[in-house]
Every structure is written in C-alpha cells, then in structure tokens.
C-alpha cells in the first residue's frame, strides 16, 4: 500500500472514483507514513481515529454518488486554522490546549468538499518565522539532506515548515498554508513541493488565527499544480464573515491548465538579481527563462523599483498589526493563564512565559512603530511605500502577463544557523514579500536541485484575481523542469 | 446673560465641550450578531467575536452605520461618505480584544450644529465637531467575590455614537440644555434612547475657565462618565471653582482626566496627561475602508422626521403660541404629537394652555408618562369641544377634567353621568338672579351707587345656587341688566 502515499491528488481522486482502492484504505496508508515520518516533528496533534471515521463516511458519500470534488483526500491543517473540537495552537503555549468551538471557513469548506484531515500541522509561532524553529511544540526537520552531509538536520522553510516537510515527505497528500510574508512559498521552495499563496481576499481568514490582517492569506501546497488548483478551488469564495474578502466567482483553476502559453509575455525584475545573488539561484532563474521562451512565451526586462524598501516596510507594517492582534491573548478567556498578584501582573505573567522570543520581539516592534511621536516616521511611511511598491507591479502588469523571479536567496540551511541574527532570517522572505505587500497571487514551484542536492524554486507572480494566469505558466514550468526528485526515504 | 464666576482678581467665564457617548438602537452589535437588549443575564449576549476569539473577524452592522448618517443629518452635520474604522489599543479586563474599533482621523460624521433653547425665548448655536462610530466595552463587577472581579461582555461590541461638541458652551445651564437638547434630537431619530440611568447615554465634560474677555483656551481637565445632567452641571460648576482657585493661588492646572463623585459633589483625579494611555491608533486592518453612496445618504434624509427646531418654528408660526410654550411641547416629540391631536380644528391656544396646564399636571400627580396618558389626547379634544359648544362652563370643565383623570372615562359620558351640564335655560337662570337680587337688597343698593365689582359677588351667589352650571356669561349679562338696568 506504501505506494498510495506517492500518488499525486489528481492520480487518487481518479482511482477512487474508478474504485481501485478506498478513502479508508488511501487515509490508513497515509497515517501509517505519519507516524513513520514522526521524527520530521511535522505535527502538532495527529487526528487519526477522526480521519478513519471521516474516510469511513467519504466512502459511503461515494457510494451514494455524492463525493465532493476532494472527497477521501487525506491532508494536513496548518494549526493556525481553527478546527471545531480539535486543538488549536498557532505553535504557541499560550493556546496550548485550546479547543476552538468553531471551525475555520477555509478549513470548513475543505471538509464540505470531503477532503479528510490527519490532523494540525506545525509551524513557526504565530507564523512568525522563516525556518519553523519559533514554534513551542519544537522545529520541524526537512526531509531532504544535503549530499555533503546527509546527517546534518535540515529547516523546513517557515512559517508552514509542518506543512511543507509533510507534503514532501509524502505524510498528507496536499496541506493548507498560510503566507503572509512568503510562509507559503519559501517552505514550498525549500521542501521540493508547489505552493500558492492566492490573491488577498481570494480565501477567507475567518477562524485563521490572525498574525498581520493587511497580509495574511491562506493557500494550498502540494506537489504538483494541478493539486494545487484542485485544493485552492476548494478553498477560496467569498464569505461574508470577513469583511476583506472579496466577491468574486471562484473560477475552476484546473482549467486553465492548458499547456498553451505562446504570446504571453513574461516579466523579469532586474531588481531580484542583486549582486552577491547565489549562482546557483541565479542558473535555475535563467533555466526558468529558457523553458518559458521554448513553450512561446516572450521574456521582457521589467523593473520593480521600489523592491529594495519591502523588507524594512513589511517589518514596520506587520508587527504593527500583530503587536494588535495578539493583544487578546490575555490570560482572561482561553489558553494559559499565570496567575498575578494584579491583572497587570497576571497580563505580564502570562504574555512573558506565553510568548517565545521571535513573537515577543515583533510585539515590542509594533507597539514601538505605532507608538505616539514615531507612527508617523514609521507606519505612516510603512503605509505610502506600500501603495508605491503595490503601484510598481500595477505599471509591470500594464507591459506582461506573469512575473517570474526565484523564491528564496538560498536553499534550505541547517537547523540552528542564523537563529541568532533575526535580521538575516528576515532575509529569507526578500523575493516573497513584495507580492505580499502588493497583495498578489504567487506560486512556488520546484525548479531543480542545487549542488548539494537540495531543491531550488521558482516563484510566478501574476495580476489580482488572476490565479489561472500563475497556474497556466507554473503548468508548463512544471512539465520543463520534470522535478522527480524526492526527499531521502520515501 | 453671560454667566461669569466671580473670583478674588477678577471675573471669569466657563469654556465646556462635552463629548456624549450614546448608545445606538440596534438589534444587534456594531461588528457582531449578537443581542443588544438591556438588562439580560451576564454573557448572555456574547458571540465569540464580542469576546475576543482567535481568528474572529467584525464586519460593519449597516443598521448602525444607518444610525449614525441618521443623526448626523440630525445635526445638520456633513456626512462623510468614506469613513474609516481604526483600533484604539489598550488592555483592560473588559476589552476582549486589547483593542476597541473606533473611527479616528475619518469620522463618519463631521462638523454640524445643535441650537440651544435658552430660558428667555432666545437661541444659541453650539457646533458640533463629529459624530463617529465606535464599540462599546464589556462591564467589570468588582464586589462580587472578595479578590476576583467579575466581567459581563454584554455590552462588549455594542454600538456607541460619541458625539463631540466644540467648546462653545460657556455655563452649566447651557451644558444642561444642550444635552436636553441632543437627547431630544436623538429620541427624535429613533437613534437613541437618550436613557442616561441605564447608561445608553453617558457624558464627559471638558472644562477650562478664562478671564472674561480673554479668547484664549486655557488647559482644560476631562470629568469622565457623568451619569445625568445634574451631575454634569454639578461637576462643570466644582471644577470650574477649582481652577479658578488654583490659578487665582498662582498655580497651573494640568491636563488630566478626572472622576466626578455625585456623593461629595467634587471631581477627582483619575489619571495625569503622563499616564495617559499611548492608544496606537491606527486603521482597521480587518475592515476596509467605509465607504456610503449619496444616494444611501438621501435616502435617510428623505425618511427624516420633522425635528424639534423646525417643529418649535412651525408650532408658533401655525399655532401662534410663544417660544417657551412651543419650546416645551416639541421637546419630546410624543407630547408634540399630543398637542397636536388636542389642537387640530380647535383653537390652539385654548388646546395649549389645557395641554400645558391641567394636563401636564395630571402627568405629575399620577405619576404616569406620556406613553400611558392619564386622559387621551382624543378626550381632551372632547372636552374642550364641549366647552366650545356650551355644554361646560370652564370651571365645569375643570372638574369633568379631574374626574377624567380620575375614572379615565370620556368627558361626555361624565357629563351624561353627572349631570353637569352647563345650564343655558333662560328661564332657570332668571329665577336664581332673582332670588339672589331679592335676599340681597342692601348690595343691591351698593351696585347701583356705583361699587359695580359687587356684580361678581352676585355672579358667584348665582353659580353656587346653580351647582357651578349655570352658563357665567348669561349670568353676568342679566345681572348688569337687573341691578343697573
């Protein structure tokens, strides 16, 4: 049965419906890889008596012929979605042990379509992190090893490092992820697998617990792209519970996997190749070029240039909010609680010991940057780079059709390396952020391996609401780069 | 009349804004479903967005964005069709969030005009600075367990209007008129119930002094949360003695919010302007901007009931009453309504002297409100029908009116009952003047040497033989026409 657990979702949700094996059958293989894979720390909670129970049903929906369009596809939630009984943690002891009443519309809707959760994925606290090393419940380990030193442990990317290392090491078939930074898509890069982080206010954030609001965005990731049109189309819509959603009909993004991109014109921002850019990065972003301009695509020279200002602005502009957000996790009404001898001593208390460093340090730099005397130095700035680097890709957008730029500097590093200088970490997002500040869709997709043996990847960027654009080109990228490698063991 | 405080070096005068937080009628929360009513049990009405959840999200009520354009065309204010939501950020036991949602740099409502209805007839106009939207916060119960406190999130996520005044007020009285003003307005709307008891009304006063004269604007301290308008004046006349005091000493006043204690009639100092909180205000990332169509703006102004400075205007104008009278009635538009009714085909100043004597009194004396009149408006049209048509004397009328409020009964059907028709017969009355002319010659005699005031006491004489039913004008001309001939 091992062998179930390397389909793709497109290949499973096939044969289920032909009745080579069952949602039971596909969903015990896949919780034998979890805890098999266990060591990789992907998981926060594993949900396997749920997940049979719930396969149990999707195979009598089958049989009745009422299965959804992900019915018996067994996937991981990144534990920042609340999940109705289950535990909710964002990766952080101060939710350890909440039970949310409520289920999050994304993760609702991925249900309704019958897609069975094995459980709550891991992740950087509050998805603050660019490594999955902030989270309380430990760092998750990537399944790829570098050549030169197969012993040495790997980062998974973050803040979905969970979801991608359990995507990767073939644990779930597919994953939820949130991005609000590049929390998507450098995972996705460093863990070999293809991930979309849609349109700002294509998927619900209602019941997502919430990091930077302007920002956050949940998203699909799984390993081919095709998967991740299947699952985003499961995930997105309107919902009127979040007022940033945003009406519009969700388009059936398998479709537009037409294989034809001849006469599209594709952006290449000189801005993402500064000097010091690893080689190895840079190859794979010519090789990308190459394998668009032989399907009859045109490359065109394109320029970003307020690029160079998004990391200092997405550093004033999230924090700011998540210094707010994060400002009901008092002690006062779930998760942990130390007690005070005052309820400003309760309120430290609990917030110092609940917080790890990376949350806490962002907290201080939001409440700073909105503080009076410095919002307008800092977050009024923030506010106008914004519009201006978002204004950068609207004028891009007038000459091309998709934008294409590496995802991340470098692959993945060791675990332990950088941890210490917060800013050099920062620096993993430098290719992600500016489509996040600009509130676009982007996908990662795995476009070959570096020296040492480790996936590199490309990210497409392309026009609000144009998801089907991004998944056309990733289709193509993906058939030219032909990505067969998998992580050791599996 | 100015009001002037008279210190030690010289005479002062009052510079008050008042900031009004009232509470917007509304089946449910400003970014919540949940319940508004008064009075349930606590956390009875709490949905996981009131109370802070992980992952909850608020999205605007239009009801109370309605409420809001509502009455700020009540104000005659500017509506401002993009408004936007910001969080203003503190933490307290009873702020689920850390954060309540107000509107800050973007009001929904900006600058209009509230006119004051002064005691001499006279009017004043205050400005308005903005109206904007805001939640309200949840309630924490001290004294309920020895060393917890008890929170009730009811109220969390209830719709607030604070309404800011310019410092244009320059008395307690006017701060009294104004607010009696403003819940008038707001009762009007049907936006809110005005009721400051239950705390859907809530005032802060921001009060400095200045030598008369002077245009400057001294520093001023904030009296929080007053809970009537008593208390509003008491505290705006203490704290106004205060700085006075202090400056007449050579001191400085601080810029402080302070507490008013309704017991000891004094303010407090609650914080100091360093210990203020820094609220890092900033926009809203959950909610996009708020953005209204004129078209939604018309729509509400179409819908606008007549308010009470147009009505007062038309009430002298229609009616001819004065502007006191005028004034009174249209102060609650039920009791407008009321006279209204009363007057309609019958002459309006007989209507408001019934409307603003007798009947109002019997609203005093029985303890009941408007709402549940001792006697209907339709009754007290009836009764002075009868008056009109002879059928009661004036004075008949008043105890007909009594025995209205007492028996709530239809004034006809006491008449019937008592037999208190006016008597109009000439032949009846001729024989009480009569008899009163014939035991009475010495006074007689008077009247004719020329003390005609005597014809009164025989008016009188004539009335109490007749049981008060005898019609007085028949009375009086056939007395002059006996006696003087």
């Known amino acids: 049965m091992t062998n179930l657990t390397n389909l793709t979702m497109a290949e499973a949700r096939d044969k289920l419906a032909k009745g080579e094996f069952t949602a039971v059958e596909l969903t015990a293989a896949h919780i034998k890889a979890v805890e098999a894979k266990r060591g990789l720390n992907a998981f926060i909670t594993e949900t396997p008596d749920l997940a049979l129970a719930e396969a149990k049903e999707s195979d009598l929906r089958r049989q009745a012929g009422k299965a959804g369009s992900m019915d018996g596809l067994p996937i991981g939630i990144k534990d920042l979605f609340c999940t109705k009984g289950v535990q909710t943690t964002a990766a952080s002891h101060i939710l350890e042990g909440f039970k949310p009443q409520y289920e999050s519309t994304v993760s609702g809707k991925l249900k309704s379509a019958g897609a069975i959760s094995l459980g709550k994925l891991n992740l950087d606290e509050f998805a603050m992190g660019s490594s999955n090393q902030t989270s309380y419940f430990g760092a998750v380990e990537n399944p790829w090893k570098k050549k030169s030193d ?22 779930v078939m597919a994953a939820t992820g949130t991005d609000t930074g590049g929390s998507i898509r450098q995972p996705a890069a460093f863990c070999g697998i293809t991930g979309i982080k849609p349109t700002y206010g294509r998927c619900s954030r209602w019941g997502v617990v919430a990091f930077a609001s302007s920002l956050d965005q949940a998203g699909p990731m799984a390993r081919t792209v095709r998967d991740c049109a299947i699952m985003l189309g499961s995930m997105a819509g309107f919902d009127p519970k979040d007022s940033t959603s945003v009406d519009m009909a969700v388009p059936d993004f398998e479709k537009s996997l037409t294989g034809d991109i001849r006469g599209l014109k594709v952006g290449i921002p000189k801005e993402y190749r500064p000097d010091g850019l690893s080689d190895e990065v840079a190859k794979v972003w010519d090789r990308g070029i190459e394998w668009l301009k032989a399907a009859g695509a045109t490359p065109v020279e394109i320029s970003l240039p307020h690029t160079k200002y998004a990391l200092a602005t997405y550093y004033i502009i999230a924090p700011a909010e998540c210094s707010s957000n994060l400002a009901r996790y008092d002690g006062l009404r779930f998760g942990l609680r130390v007690p005070g001898k005052t309820l400003d001593d309760m309120y430290r208390k609990t917030r110092a010991e609940g917080f790890g460093a990376e949350v806490r340090r962002r907290i201080l730099i939001g409440t700073y940057v909105l503080s ?3 919002y307008d130095a800092y977050y009024a700035k923030a506010q106008k780079v914004r519009r201006l680097i978002a204004e950068d890709f609207r004028k891009a957008f007038e000459s091309v059709d998709v934008i294409l730029t590496p995802t991340a500097p470098s692959a993945a590093f060791g675990q332990g390396e950088g941890t210490d200088d917060p800013v050099t970490m920062w620096l993993n997002d430098v290719f992600t952020i500016p489509t996040s500040m600009a509130g676009l869709p982007g996908l990662s997709l795995p476009a070959g391996l570096s020296s040492d043996g480790l996936p590199l990847g490309l990210q497409l960027i392309g026009r609000p609401f144009d998801e089907e654009t991004v998944f056309k080109v990733a289709g193509v990228m993906e058939a030219a780069a032909d990505f067969t490698a998998k992580p050791e063991g599996v | 009349m100015a009001y002037i405080l008279q210190g030690e070096t010289g005479d002062w005068e009052i510079v008050i804004g008042l900031e009004v937080h009232a509470q917007v009628i509304s ?3 400003l970014f919540s479903g949940a319940a508004t009513a008064f009075g349930a049990e606590p956390n009875t009405q709490v949905s996981f967005v009131d109370a802070g959840f992980p992952g909850m999200l608020p999205v605007i009520n239009e009801i109370c964005v309605e409420q809001a354009v509502r009455t700020g065309l009540g104000l005659k204010a500017k509506i401002n069709l993009t408004s936007v939501f910001a969080r203003k950020n503190y933490f307290y036991a009873d702020l689920p969030q850390g954060y309540q949602i107000s509107q800050f740099d973007l009001p929904i409502v900006g600058e209009g005009e509230l006119i004051l209805d002064l005691a001499d007839g006279s009017t004043r106009t205050v400005g308005i600075e903005r109206l904007h939207l805001e939640q309200d916060a949840g309630k924490s119960i001290h004294d309920m367990h020895p060393s917890k406190s008890f929170i009730d999130l009811n109220r969390s996520g209830v719709a607030l ?27 009007y709307l049907g936006t809110c119930d005005g009721n400051m008891q239950e705390g859907s009304m809530r005032c802060d006063a921001n009060v400095s002094v200045r030598p008369v004269g002077s245009t400057e604007l001294r520093t001023r301290c904030e009296i929080k949360n007053v809970n009537s308008i008593r208390y509003v004046q008491q505290a705006i006349e203490f704290e106004a003695r205060r700085h006075i005091d202090v400056y007449e000493s050579g001191g400085t006043i601080a810029q402080e919010t302070r507490l008013f204690d309704s017991v000891k009639t004094e303010t407090r100092s609650m914080r100091s302007k360093e210990q203020a909180h820094d609220y890092r205000y900033f926009p809203d990332p959950d909610l996009l901007p708020l953005v209204i169509a004129q078209d939604f703006v018309d729509g509400i ?11 007062k205007t038309r009430f002298m104008a229609e009616y001819g009453l004065n502007a006191y009278d005028a004034g009174v009635l249209v102060a609650e538009r039920i009791s407008a309504d009321f006279f209204e009714t009363v007057a309609k085909g019958r002459d309006a100043k007989i209507a408001c002297n019934w409307v603003m004597g007798d009947f109002f009194a019997s609203l005093n004396a029985t303890g009941k409100t408007m709402e549940d009149p001792p006697v209907t408006a339709a009754d007290l049209g009836a009764l002075i029908d009868l008056i009109k048509d002879g059928t009661l004397s004036g004075r008949l009328a008043k105890d007909v009116f ?44 008077q009247v004719k040497e020329g003390k005609t005031a005597l014809l009164g006491w025989f008016t009188g004489q004539v009335m109490k033989a007749t049981q008060g039913k005898a019609n007085p004008a028949m009375v009086n001309e056939m007395l002059s026409k006996k006696i003087v001939g």
């Open chain 2, 161 to 187: 209007m604070e309404i800011v005044s310019k410092p244009d007020l320059r008395s307690p009285e006017e701060a009294g008129l104004y607010l009696t003003k403003l819940r008038s307005i707001l009762r």
């Open chain 2, 402 to 445: 009594a025995l209205m409020v007492e028996t709530g009964k239809a004034p006809a059907v006491i008449v019937e009952e008592k037999g208190m028709k006016q008597v109009t017969d000439t032949g009846a009355i001729e024989a009480a003047v009569d008899a009163a002319i014939a035991a009475n010659p010495d006074k007689v005699a």
């Open chain 1, 150 to 171: 197969p012993k040495a442990k790997l980062v998974p990317g973050g803040s979905s490092g969970g979801s991608a290392a359990a995507v990767a090491a073939r644990m």
């Open chain 1, 372 to 374: 009076a005397g410095y």
């Open chain 2, 27 to 29: 089946n449910s929360k």
């Open chain 2, 301 to 311: 102004k179409s819908g606008l009931p007549e308010l009470p400075d147009a009505k």
